[in-house]
């Protein structure tokens, strides 16, 4: 479970979006180990866009890699047109195993008009975009949590009520059995205008010494068995 959240500002010429940085393995006789801490935020300010996505990180980091190396654009449009071509071949590509992780890649930027739109592609749907109407977006959704969200970004503004929301749904889904707990390591928020993109690491979770252990000690394993 990867926490990924945004809100549109300003008329929808604005967008703050926040995520944990937590990356857990998901095959049978490994899930819930932590496999590494990175970034889940992937500007693209030549696009006037950013991407982020859920499941598989190896299908995640080859289609932020092949933004950059294979697409030619200037505005969401041609991620939504290249996402709906390209992301079914290189999952194809990647292997069943990384096929089996229901994925979801997420296009939020400015199209030719300048208008500010988000998109959803789903390893499930094909991976065709589903546009996402300007909103408050939680993921995991907790509708119980709005409220509180707002109560803290007019009292202490957005980075906070970001932090605190993610803080939230981890401990939820921590108390859930039925859910593999995956949010942790740090926070990063992110806001977007059509000029102007800024990122930056604002909490770091209790026990993210605990488990970068844990990832060291996986590492480990990992090289013992490549011995």
Not at 13 to 28: E, H, S
Not at 60 to 83: C, D, K, T
Not at 159 to 169: D, G, H
Request: proline share 4%; with cysteine; aromatic share 10%.
């Amino acid at each position: 479970m990867t926490a990924i959240n945004w809100f549109h500002l300003e008329n929808n010429t604005m967008i703050a979006l926040a995520t944990d940085t937590k990356v857990v393995l998901g095959d049978r006789d490994t899930a819930g180990r932590i496999r590494n801490f990175h970034q889940k935020i992937f500007p693209l300010p030549h696009l006037h866009s950013v991407m982020c996505g859920t499941g598989s990180d190896k299908l995640v980091l080859g289609w932020y890699s092949f933004i950059q190396s294979q697409i030619i654009g200037r505005n969401i449009g041609i991620l939504i047109e290249a996402a709906q071509r390209f992301l079914p071949e290189l999952q194809e590509a990647a292997g069943a195993a990384v096929a089996a992780i229901g994925t979801t890649i997420y296009h939020i930027g400015f199209d030719e008009s300048g208008v500010l739109r988000g998109y959803a592609h789903r390893s499930d749907n094909g991976f065709a975009p589903e546009e996402i109407p300007p909103s408050f977006i939680m993921k995991p959704g907790m509708l119980e949590l709005q409220q509180m969200f707002i109560d803290v970004a007019l009292q202490g503004g957005l980075v906070a009520a970001f932090v605190e929301l993610i803080k939230r749904q981890r401990a939820t889904k921590a108390d859930d059995p039925a859910e593999r707990q995956g949010i942790g390591g740090e926070v990063h928020f992110f806001a977007m205008s059509y000029r102007t993109q800024s990122l930056w690491n604002c909490y770091r979770f209790d026990d993210y010494d605990e488990e970068y252990a844990q990832i060291l000690q996986w590492a480990k394993e990992c090289d013992d068995a490549r011995k």
